[in-house]
């Protein structure tokens, strides 16, 4: 009877959603909308029971009645836009509220030939055949009942395009800001990202919040060419009564690479779906991830590295710092196909406690059915490393400033390889701030540091 109520919710949301759009999409749009809808209706929430949700408990998110969102832009939405714009170092920066697309709080630009950055609505309304081509045909309705759910809502969000030979210096930039209401609010943004051959250009995607309970409920589909080069960024900086739920997935072309950075700081639920395809002989995929959670906050990133062609090479390594009472799941799948001979592949993820009371479940798993592949994972979890808080405190730094560098430098590691200086700047300052350390700290005045925490 519950998970009747609890589906029944989205039911109705769908419904006023449908009233209200009058029929401003086309037909194959519809029939797809139906499809994740009726999916979604058809399974419901996935439970624990459910071994792709074994450690993530998503009853809070399913026994919340949930509004549909407006795009309404008021003083909190205002501020957090100001806070994390990027202002010109980014090529241009498209701002969603509650994953309606903002023109005020946008910035516009002129871009050059072949790059086409807009709202999901408008690219819409002009009956683009890339949308047909490529909306909703990566991102499975079958395999995530949270796609199916954003799937039946597709509305708005982001499409951007880069055609043949496109290659950008600076990154392109969607920023999300969740304001919620009186009443506990749901967005469905959809992010659409089309490559093609020969293009190389970053993105980055933030997403925050400004305080109240709200549930912003992500899909991404990227499709990258051959020989193309994309680097996606993505800062998850939500308030503690959010609840933020992502998939994205990738599809890569031959001789291609693709590159993501995830950073994870806020929320108070956290599920985060990485998926990669290498579809294309020699192409490439690095995922680097980093989260930075305390209190109660929990966070769950699963990915998977699908290689279906051969001469492929993926490396993967994901971080994680746990403070107070909060909970880290990282479940990593690297699946090798008969045909994807000469694989190459590396899965790490590490952990650091910071209490007694902070945990941590790590399954990283290989599937192989090719018989000439180079695959290795590996996992670590464990506290502060005492012999080098021995090694600081006896050339006089204090022991709270000790565990507090080890712990930075620890987070550092991925932090460095991101190369879009606002949003490595945002979590260096993130981490500074956490350890007590000047805001203007950057990793490479460490030891500058270490003189300054001397006893």
Aim: glycine share 6%; hydrophobic share 40%; proline share 4%.
């Amino acid at each position: 009877m519950t998970q009747l109520i609890e589906k029944d919710v989205h039911v109705s949301n769908f419904r006023q959603f449908e009233r209200n759009r009058n029929g401003d999409t086309p037909r194959w749009l519809d029939l797809r909308r139906r499809a994740g809808i009726e999916r979604f209706e058809r399974v419901g929430f996935p439970d624990s029971k459910q071994e792709e949700w074994r450690f993530t408990n998503v009853a809070p998110i399913a026994r919340t009645r949930f509004a549909l969102a407006d795009g309404r832009v008021d003083d909190a939405a205002r501020e957090r836009a100001g806070a994390y714009t990027f202002g010109h170092d980014a090529l241009v920066e498209l701002v969603f509220v509650n994953g309606n697309f903002s023109p005020e709080l946008s910035r516009a630009a002129t871009l050059p030939l072949g790059v086409t950055v807009t709202s999901l609505r408008e690219a819409l309304a002009s009956n683009d055949a890339l949308l047909e081509q490529h909306l909703g045909r990566y991102a499975d309705i079958n395999a995530n009942p949270f796609v199916a759910l954003n799937t039946g809502f597709i509305r708005d969000g982001a499409f951007v395009h880069l055609a043949r030979g496109v290659a950008l210096e600076q990154p392109i930039h969607l920023l999300f800001v969740d304001t919620g209401g009186a009443e506990p609010t749901v967005s469905h943004p959809r992010i659409l990202i089309v490559a093609e051959d020969n293009v190389e250009a970053t993105l980055v995607t933030s997403f925050v919040g400004a305080g109240s309970t709200h549930l912003a409920n992500v899909v991404t589909e990227v499709s990258v060419g051959n020989d193309s080069r994309i680097e996606h960024n993505k800062l998850q900086h939500d308030c503690s009564a959010a609840f933020h739920v992502s998939t994205l997935q990738a599809r890569l072309g031959r001789a291609s690479q693709f590159v993501s950075h995830a950073a994870t700081l806020g929320s108070k639920l956290t599920r985060n779906d990485l998926n990669v395809t290498l579809a294309g002989q020699g192409a490439e995929a690095v995922l680097n991830g980093l989260v930075l959670i305390s209190g109660n906050q929990h966070c769950d990133n699963h990915t998977i590295l699908e290689h279906a062609a051969p001469n492929c090479p993926s490396h993967e390594l994901y971080k994680h710092v746990l403070r107070d009472e909060a909970t880290g799941v990282f479940k990593g799948k690297i699946y090798v196909h008969p045909e994807a001979q000469k694989t190459d592949s590396k899965q790490t993820s590490k952990s650091l406690l910071l209490s007694d009371d902070a945990s941590m479940n790590s399954q990283p798993a290989l599937e192989i059915y090719a018989d000439d592949v180079k695959c290795t994972h590996g996992s670590t979890t464990g506290p502060v490393d005492e012999d080098m808080v021995f090694y600081l405190r006896s050339r006089g730094v204090s022991l709270e400033a000790a565990r507090h560098l080890l712990t930075y430098a620890f987070a550092a590691d991925i932090t460095r390889r991101i190369k879009v200086e606002p949003v490595r700047r945002r979590l260096e300052d993130f981490m500074a701030a956490q350890a007590g350390l000047p805001r203007d700290l950057r990793i490479t005045d460490l030891g500058e540091a270490t003189e300054k925490h001397r006893t």
